[in-house]
């Protein structure tokens, strides 16, 4: 079982919200605002929110498989419709199966339970990274350790052809 993080490894909010990637977790705005202060402050960003470089990849390879992609993401519940409704918008050609926690805390222990399993994720601050695999964002370049590190769309590319699709063909356009 591979589940997917969605913010930063399929949807790109830290652009959306600041026009960049943000290079620390924590990082404010000149008016001192992190990226939950300034979603809250304009919630409808979590629908016009461009994907992320990888998004269009990751839909292609589970219409191959023609299987649901497992999302566990962190939504605090005033986050959630608008989050459902860019995953209706923008996996269209997949069924997404949604797991919202209200803090990483419970998604690294839902996680964690189910034995085997992966997570494509960008979170720094995790208890553990030994099945994780870790989209490398400016923020956690830290992150030492993780079951594998996706640096770039070729990493992306190679890890969906033999981790996910384990040698199927991919859809020719």
């Known amino acids: 079982m ?13 652009k959306a919200t600041f026009g960049y990637h943000i290079p620390t977790w924590d990082h404010r705005d ?4 992190n990226l939950v202060q300034k979603v809250n402050d304009n919630i409808h960003i979590l629908v016009s929110a461009p994907p992320t470089e990888y998004k269009d990849m990751i839909e292609n390879a589970y219409s191959i498989l023609d299987e649901p992609i497992h999302i566990l993401t962190v939504q605090p519940r005033r986050w959630q ?10 996996l269209r050609n997949v069924e997404a199966k949604i797991t919202m926690f209200q803090n990483v805390s419970d998604k690294y222990k839902y ?3 189910i034995e085997d399993a992966l997570l494509v994720e960008d979170h720094p601050c ?26 770039n769309v070729s990493d992306m590319h ?3 052809t033999k981790e996910v699709l384990g040698g199927k063909e991919e859809k020719e356009d």
């Open 81 to 90: 419709a608008y989050t459902k409704l860019w995953i209706l918008n923008l």
């Open 158 to 160: 190679f890890f969906l």
């Open 126 to 151: 995790l208890p553990s990274y030994k099945r994780v695999v870790l989209v490398r964002r400016p923020w956690n370049s830290s992150v030492n350790h993780a079951h594998k590190v996706i640096n």
């Open 2 to 14: 591979i589940f997917w993080d969605l913010d930063g490894v399929i949807r790109d909010i830290s």
């Open 30 to 33: 000149a008016l001192g605002k």
């Open 111 to 113: 996680f964690a339970a």
